[in-house]
């Protein structure tokens, strides 16, 4: 990495990856379900409390395994934020489902639970919850209304490792978590994820859908005596490679958390005047939420030019970037799923957000740089 130039992301590697896949590459495991997928396996359980972890080869793959557990049918509507990535609608898109976008809140960004009861109908099967940037949903709120109406929650927690909500783990507080370990995120092994399961009932279902749809996980625990076709599944777990990679992340979990909430911390104190000024709003995170610093975003004044300040940031080599472009009003968006409601909170961030520089080991000199060229741009000055 040149000092030059500010990236974005920058992977974070703990130093014991390539000795972990080395021993995966001597013991000759390297298709999935090896000793390394244990340990994770173990380790997400242990962390967590879900009754069941399996990995997967990406969030978007455990993400389609929910949708493939809930039996979801063509009609069913799921309830989710249009402030999201594609693969929160497209797992139950893929199964006939039709999402219903609600608005989000101004302060977290993440589904307005006030909104959520209106949009419900005889068809909700489900509510997908996005914890943005790490910070939790007001889930007990909306744990109440799913009990209410008898509907089945949905974490996407691809941004959530290592967050918790009122002491709980994001991912285990619904009927289903999903975890991602794509490069982008905290906790990494390329591409990857996790299926967090919350209902001891549905685990061997799941490990049914992972392996192809059979009984294979049974089998080889010595539960019975040949393995055959159960029902619809896919092959959605990682080889043993990316487990014993994993591995070595979610040993130093803790660690990188740290680093991340010290840089993230950083920017917040620093960035106070900014907001005080009226040209920044920072990101929030309501009481009961510990976060795991996976992003630092602001969302800027409606009279400051976001292009502008992205264009000074770009001269400046320093990677600052918007976010998710909205789904309600996409093409694919607009083919497959209802906006419920007037989503201006949603339209409005989509314009206004940017993202910082953020990873585990970015200086305290790169981070007075960006927050230099951040004052210049928005036209202020910090002391
Ligand atoms: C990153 C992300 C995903 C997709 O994760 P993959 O592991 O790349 O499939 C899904 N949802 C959200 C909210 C994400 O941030």
């Known amino acids: 990495m040149k000092n030059s130039r500010i990236p974005f992301n920058w992977p974070h590697m703990t130093g014991n990856e390539l000795q972990y896949i080395a021993e995966a590459h001597l013991n000759g495991r390297l298709a999935g379900d090896g ?16 009754s069941k972890a399996l990995l997967t080869h990406s969030c978007t793959a455990a993400l389609e395994m929910i949708a493939l557990l809930m039996d979801i049918r063509p009609g069913d509507e799921i309830i989710m934020p249009s402030y999201t990535f594609v693969s929160t609608a497209n797992a139950f898109v893929l199964r006939g489902g039709v999402p219903v ?13 006030a909104l959520i009861e209106a949009a419900i109908t005889p068809r909700t099967r489900a509510i997908a919850v996005v914890h943005y940037a790490g910070v939790a949903c007001e889930m ?9 109406y008898g509907l089945a929650v949905v974490e996407d927690a691809a941004q959530g490792v290592m967050s918790t909500y009122k002491g709980r783990a994001l991912g285990s507080i619904g009927q289903f978590g999903a975890y991602s370990f794509h490069e982008t995120k905290n906790v ?91 040209a920044v709003r920072r990101p929030a995170v309501p009481e009961g939420c510990v976060h795991n610093a996976h992003m630092y975003y602001l969302v800027l ?17 320093i990677a600052a970037v918007f976010h998710y472009v909205p789904l309600h009003s996409s093409p694919a968006g607009l083919r497959y799923g209802r906006a419920h409601g007037s989503l201006e909170v949603t339209e409005a961030v989509s ?5 910082l520089p953020l990873w585990s080991g970015l200086t305290e000199t790169q981070q007075e740089f960006v927050i230099k060229i951040l004052s210049e741009a928005v036209g202020n000055r910090i002391n």
């Open 35 to 50: 000793p390394f997928t244990a340990r994770c396996h173990r380790w997400i359980e242990q962390h967590t409390g879900c």
């Open 101 to 113: 976008f609600v608005d989000i809140r101004t302060d977290t960004l993440n589904l307005d639970e």
């Open 140 to 148: 007990d709120t909306i744990m109440a209304i799913a009990r209410k």
């Open 188 to 278: 990494i092994s390329g591409e990857g994820g996790a299926l967090l399961v919350n209902d001891p009932a549905l685990n061997l279902r799941a490990e049914i859908i992972r392996e192809k749809g059979t009984d294979r996980s049974r089998f080889f625990r010595g539960e019975t005596d040949k393995y055959t076709w159960q029902e619809v599944g896919s092959s959605f777990l990682p080889g043993e490679l990316i487990a014993a990679f994993l591995w070595a992340q979610l040993e130093q979990a803790d660690r990188i958390t740290q680093a991340r909430l010290a840089a993230w911390d950083r920017y917040h104190e620093r960035l106070k005047g900014l907001q005080e000024s009226g």
């Open 301 to 317: 004044s409606p009279q400051i030019d976001r292009q502008h300040v992205l264009d000074r940031f770009k001269s400046a080599s």
């Open 351 to 355: 314009e206004r957000l940017i993202r």
